[in-house]
C-alpha cells in the first residue's frame, strides 16, 4: 500500500506533537480512505507538499505571493501521484524559487496543516491535505519568480507578520523557534 509511509510518518508526526491529534486523526481517515489521496484528480481533496524554506543561518524564510491565492505563503504544491512528499517539497521549492542547492533539515514531517481551495474556474472548492517539511538553502540566496508567483521574498522570521497573517504559517515559525 503506497500510503503507509505516510501513515506512519503521520503517526510519529501524532508522538511529536500530540496537541494536533485531531487535525492528525482526519488527515489519517483521508488518506486510508482514498487510494487516490495523492491525485489532483480527487475533486474533494489531495495530498500536497511544500516547504519551510530557510536560508543558511535560518533567520530567514522564503515566501512566495502566490498568484491564484494571492496570499504570501510557503512554496509548495501537488503530489501528481508521488507518495514521496519530501521529494515533493523539494521539487516544488526548486521549480518554484529556482534555488540550488536545497536540503532537508529533516526527513520528518515538520508540519501539517488541511486548508480549504476556494472555486476557481471549472475547478471546485476542495481541500488540501498539507505536508510540510523544513528545507534549507545554503547558497547565495538568489531565487527566479516562476509563473506561480506574483513575487518571492526572504523574510526575517521574526518579522514574518509584516507579510502574513495565516496561521497555518505563523505556526511554522513558532515550530522554527523551539526546533
Not at 474533494?44 to 530557510?54: N, P
Not at 521549480?95 to 520528518?108: H, M, N
Request: charged letters at 25%; proline letters at 5%; glycine letters at 6%.
Amino acid at each position: 500500500m503506497h500510503r503507509i509511509v505516510l501513515l506512519d510518518a503521520l503517526a510519529d508526526y501524532r508522538s511529536r506533537f500530540p496537541e494536533e491529534s485531531e487535525t492528525v486523526e482526519r488527515f489519517c481517515h483521508f488518506v486510508a480512505n482514498h487510494a487516490d489521496c495523492f491525485l489532483r484528480s480527487l475533486v474533494s481533496g489531495h495530498v500536497t507538499g511544500s516547504a519551510w524554506l530557510v536560508n543558511g543561518d535560518g533567520s530567514k524564510v522564503l515566501l512566495t505571493h502566490h498568484r491564484k491565492l494571492e496570499r504570501w505563503l510557503q512554496p509548495g504544491g501537488h503530489a501528481d501521484g508521488d507518495p514521496d512528499l519530501l521529494a515533493v517539497a523539494l521539487r516544488e521549492a526548486v521549480e518554484e524559487t529556482g534555488l540550488d542547492p536545497i536540503a532537508p533539515v529533516s526527513s520528518r514531517i515538520f508540519d501539517i496543516d488541511i486548508h480549504p481551495i476556494p472555486a476557481r474556474g471549472n475547478q471546485p472548492a476542495h481541500e488540501h491535505f498539507d505536508i510540510r517539511y523544513a528545507l534549507r538553502h545554503e547558497g547565495d540566496g538568489e531565487f527566479i519568480i516562476s509563473e506561480e508567483s506574483l513575487d518571492l521574498a526572504w523574510v526575517p522570521i521574526d518579522a514574518l507578520d509584516e507579510y502574513t497573517n495565516e496561521e497555518s504559517v505563523l505556526r511554522l515559525a513558532r515550530k522554527w523557534a523551539v526546533s
